[in-house]
């Protein structure tokens, strides 16, 4: 009976023990038990590694197992392994109870769960002088959950954030199967570079099959923001990623990623970079002062970028490569260098909608749809200051609905363009609305309207360019031919020269109408302009070698008399003639005397 006692209470004070989490001594046999020698040499053989087991705790340094801890529960916090593992593996620092420094790596087995809170407000990670001796948190199929707290590396000499290139330096990632998730969190100076290093140590990373949330937090100063690859249903709001060292957050490959308030800002390369997931769309992504673009797309199909805002990012505003049946809606892009919207790569197939686009100190272009695209459409919206407003050496492109004002060049065509049509298009001001070079093809302009360009209108070498309504005016000349082109329903004003054909250029022009300052139309030697239906009216109508040919109702005028600004001159002469004869009639009246007692004060 007394023997039954004795058992019984030795097994309640063993039970007490496990359930307090004090340190129990481990079975001999559990001494350098497979799994955890697995695990070591699994995660590249860390000086010391802690593991968490739904049950236990294991404490490993130099793959052997130095002692075991049993929390008695699977969700463990890290103030409570501060309180229990040791000094040497996670420490309090001195005077500030609540931050700690961790001196280990961290793998979370699964079904397991570590809490990082505000027990703990300040974690920080040791980068070790080398990969082994640098500390980390990971696992797979298990969570690990950060609320209101910052996470940061410390070098390895402790005097200071690890530097970027530090082997050592911490990162945070979760693999398949597990969660992760940040709620008030800053976490910063994570990520290792090397050639050994992988995708997953880039800082903090939710890897393939992983889940879970980053709200309201800051990732900054690590080697990658935050990076999403083959994640699912993972939740960004209110995030902020800046100073990277490469691109400020990557998402590739992940699915069903819901995002809003999404901002990058200052990083090394990309401010996001998306990649590898297909009928994705994103709204209010915001990008600022990056080294390169501040939204990448590369290699996407059915992407849908909703009210994007790009500024003074470097590499420019919005890349799209290579991107199929892609739409960017109502962005607001800033910039000061590159383009503010670039499309290229083969089979790129792109709408830019309703967009406003500001350059700054003659960044170029506004929009630029490179060489190779299958087709883009910019329809609405507003493109100005740019050295090109809109930039063309692709083909299939379709601009409508766009106002483009104080661009050097507001359409610029070049390259090897194809089938490119422009519909109820407004350039403004600038030095020439719309350029189109002599190795493009069917280019066609319907309802497009240039004022105010200081030299040219229209300036075209492109053969068969066809011009349908609208206006087209320069300070020199309204429009200049180097190739064929057919002109119907346009007016031609508002120019020192109306039209201008280069040598041996073939034109026609069916209700034109042509007004200028000076000469209506010039045709140099060996061209032809044959007119139909239309009106030249300058002070020389006809001028240069060639011919032009009148069909029709055409009319060769002088421009109309200037009635108002004649009235205006006949009435300056009135007045000059009635104050002379003011003057002759008062020559012989003498001048009016003061009288003596008046004193000139003037």
């Known amino acids: 009976m007394k023997t039954a006692y004795r058992f019984g209470a030795a097994a309640a004070a063993l039970s007490a023990v496990l359930a307090l989490g004090i340190e129990a001594a481990p079975p001999?046999?559990?001494?350098?038990?497979?799994e955890d020698t697995a695990a070591w040499e699994r995660t590249g053989r860390p000086d010391r590694l802690i593991v968490l087991r739904p049950r236990s705790v294991s404490l490993l340094s130099g793959g052997s197992l130095v002692r075991r801890l049993y929390p008695g529960t699977p969700s463990v916090s890290l103030s409570w392994l501060a309180a229990?593992?040791?000094?040497?593996?996670?420490?309090?620092?001195s005077g500030a109870p609540s931050t700690v420094r961790v001196h280990t790596a961290i793998l979370l087995a699964p079904d397991t769960i570590l809490r990082i809170d505000d027990?703990?407000?300040?974690?920080?990670?040791?980068?070790?002088?080398?990969?082994?001796?640098?500390?980390?948190i990971s696992g797979s199929r298990a969570s690990l959950d950060v609320d209101s707290t910052t996470l940061t590396s410390v070098a390895a000499d402790g005097a200071g954030p690890a530097p970027a290139n530090a082997p050592g330096r911490p990162y945070v990632s979760m693999g398949a199967g597990g969660r992760m998730d940040f709620r008030n969190a800053t976490v910063s100076g994570l990520g290792r570079v090397g050639d050994t290093t992988t995708a997953d140590q880039s800082g903090v990373t939710w890897a393939r099959g992983s889940t879970g949330s980053a709200t309201g937090s800051t990732f900054e100063g690590n080697y990658t923001g935050l990076r999403l690859a083959g994640s699912k249903d993972v939740t960004l709001k209110n995030v902020t990623a800046s100073g990277a060292t490469e691109d400020g957050v990557v998402l590739k490959g992940d699915h069903g990623t819901k995002v809003s308030e999404l901002s990058a800002d200052s990083n090394g390369r990309t401010g996001i970079a998306l990649g590898g997931t297909d009928d994705r769309t994103l709204t209010g992504l915001t990008t600022h002062d990056n080294d390169g673009a501040g939204i990448k797309a590369t290699l996407q199909s059915g992407l849908e970028l909703n009210s994007p805002t790009s500024r003074f990012d470097q590499g420019g505003g919005i890349d799209l490569t290579s991107c199929r049946q892609c739409i960017v809606r109502k962005a607001s892009v800033e910039s000061s260098s590159r383009a503010a919207v670039r499309v290229s790569g083969g089979e790129s197939t792109v709408s830019v909608r309703d967009s406003e686009l500001t350059g700054h100190n003659g960044s170029e272009p506004g929009i630029l749809l490179g060489e190779g695209i299958e087709s883009a459409t910019v329809s609405g919206g507003s493109v100005s200051g740019f050295d090109r407003g809109i930039g063309i050496t692709g083909s299939g492109v379709r601009i409508e609905h766009t106002s483009l004002s104080g661009n050097r060049t507001?359409?610029?065509i070049g390259g090897n363009a194809d089938q490119v049509a422009l519909h109820d298009v407004r350039v403004d001001g600038g030095e020439t609305g719309v350029l189109a070079s002599a190795t493009t093809r069917h280019i066609r302009l319907t309802d497009v309207r240039v004022t105010e360009a200081n030299r040219k209108g229209l300036a075209s070498s492109s053969p068969g360019l066809r011009v349908s309504g609208g206006t087209l005016a320069g300070g020199t000349t309204a429009v200049d031919l180097g190739a064929s082109a057919r002109l119907e329903k346009v007016a031609v004003g508002s120019s020192h020269r109306g039209m201008h054909l280069a040598q041996n250029v073939r034109a026609t022009g069916t209700s034109v109408d042509v007004l200028a300052e000076r000469q209506g139309v010039v045709a140099d030697a060996g061209s032809r302009l044959d007119l139909t239906d239309s009106r030249v009216r300058a002070p020389v109508a006809l001028d240069g070698d060639g011919e032009v040919k009148r069909h029709g109702k055409t009319e060769i005028t002088m421009p109309p008399f200037p009635w108002l600004g004649f009235a205006a001159l006949v009435a300056l002469a009135l007045a000059v003639v009635l104050q002379t004869l003011h003057h002759v009639r008062h020559r012989g009246t003498p001048r009016p005397k003061v009288a003596g007692h008046v004193e000139n004060t003037a």
């Open 119 to 136: 027990r703990t407000k300040k974690v920080l990670l040791s980068a070790g002088r080398d990969a082994r001796s640098g500390t980390w």
């Open 28 to 34: 001999a046999a559990a001494i350098g038990a497979p």
């Open 84 to 93: 229990n593992a040791g000094r040497e593996w996670i420490s309090h620092e």
């Open 410 to 412: 507001g359409i610029a």
